[in-house]
Nanobody, 122 residues
Framework: QVQLAESGGGLVQAGGSLRLSCAASGGTFSNYRLGWFRQAPGKEREFVARITRSGLSTYYTDSVKDRFTMSRDNAKNMVYLQMNGLKPEDTAVYYC???????????????WGQGTQVTVSS
């Protein structure tokens, strides 16, 4: 059983930056593939980014490519999402997730954090 806890959300102006963190506990962290998802009001939860177990490979949805960077520190059981050039359409609750298979959809994830709110003002 893996527990995930996100932090780092907040209110930022368009063009600004935030760094989300997700702390993991209760399992062998390096065994899990990790992902970030987000859910805007009235919309379905959507995939944002994923990272392999080693941290050597990442993949992003097109709308955040070249603006967001996902990373992980297996020694600290931490995963991060650096968000630059934020836009109002990035406003959402952001969730980190863990799974044993490659992450692209909600169904690929076995564990979820509680989410952290990101609000981007125009």
């Amino acid at each position: 059983q893996v527990q995930l806890a996100e932090s780092g959300g907040g209110l930022v102006q368009a063009g600004g930056s935030l760094r989300l963190s997700c702390a993991a506990s209760g399992g062998t962290f390096s065994n899990y593939r990790l992902g970030w998802f987000r859910q805007a009001p009235g919309k379905e939860r959507e995939f944002v980014a994923r990272i392999t177990r080693s941290g050597l490979s990442t993949y992003y949805t097109d709308s955040v490519k070249d603006r967001f960077t996902m990373s992980r520190d297996n020694a600290k059981n931490m995963v991060y999402l650096q968000m630059n050039g934020l836009k109002p359409e990035d406003t959402a609750v952001y969730y980190c997730a863990a799974g044993v298979q490659p992450i692209l959809t909600i169904a690929d994830c076995d564990y979820w954090g509680q989410g952290t709110q990101v609000t981007v003002s125009s």
